[in-house]
């Protein structure tokens, strides 16, 4: 079965240190991959996707996030974290075969001021 | 409507008792999901309208779990004879055919007493 896995569960960092977030999915097939941020008292929103083309992808708020096709993985970066970063995020993967988003466990970012 | 209308935003019910949960998805979105977020959990697929197909139920976690879609519109999430372990926020989204990025609605957070 199509499963995502995030393997930082809790992620502490100060500001302006760099992040990256691992994500892994099982499926074999064509896969579209996402990654969801949940800011404190929010909704889910879209930070960016990938469907075909170019691996790194590029977000909103100086996020990026790099489609390894070999590793089955699409990890989450960004140079340097500011205060307002401290979330939770979330990867998903589509596929045609399952007609859903499967979500990863979530990591949740403090950042220290 | 602008964006995934949920309601009501905070339930609290008695240990049996049954609930509702509406979702009213943007205008002109075909595809509605439901899923279910628990603390450390992620968020856990529980069903999927698409147009006028038969929904994909294969998330939902106990009979006790139903849901609606009228008119290819709004949805009713009815949980019957609640439990405790059914305590969680439940999420909306919906996205337009051939569009896999969702629009989370604020969610449902229903605590069962």
């Known amino acids: 079965a199509q499963s995502v896995s995030q393997h930082n569960h809790h992620v502490i960092l100060s500001e302006a240190a760099s992040l990256e977030l691992g994500c892994n999915y099982s499926?074999?097939?064509?896969?579209?991959l996402f990654w969801y941020v949940q800011y404190p008292g929010q909704h889910l929103q879209l930070l960016l996707k990938?469907?075909?083309?170019?691996?790194l992808v590029k977000g909103i708020k100086g996020f990026e996030a790099e489609f390894i096709k070999s590793k089955f993985s699409f990890n989450l970066r960004k140079p340097s974290v500011q205060w307002s970063d401290t979330a939770e995020y979330f990867c998903?993967?589509?596929?045609?075969?399952?007609?859903?988003?499967?979500f990863g466990q979530g990591t949740t970012l403090q950042v220290k001021p | 409507g602008a964006g995934v209308s949920q309601s009501p935003s905070n339930k609290v019910t008695e240990k049996g008792k049954d609930v509702e949960l509406r979702c009213d998805p943007i205008?002109?979105?075909?595809?509605l999901y439901w899923y279910r977020q628990s603390l450390g959990q992620g968020l856990e697929f529980l069903i999927y309208?698409?147009?006028?197909?038969?929904?994909?139920k294969s998330g939902l976690p106990s009979d006790r779990f139903s849901a609606e879609r009228t008119g290819g519109s709004v949805s009713t999430l009815t949980i019957q004879r609640t439990q405790q372990e059914d305590s969680a926020v439940y999420l909306c989204?919906?996205?337009?055919?051939?569009?896999?990025?969702?629009?989370f609605g604020s969610g449902t957070r229903l605590t069962v007493v």
């Open positions: 989204a919906s996205s337009r055919q051939g569009d896999y990025g969702y629009t």
């Open positions: 990938y469907f075909s083309g170019d691996p």
């Open positions: 309208f698409q147009g006028n197909s038969a929904p994909d």
């Open positions: 499926y074999g097939g064509t896969v579209n």
């Open positions: 205008s002109g979105h075909t595809a």
């Open positions: 998903a993967a589509y596929s045609g075969n399952t007609g859903k988003l499967i």
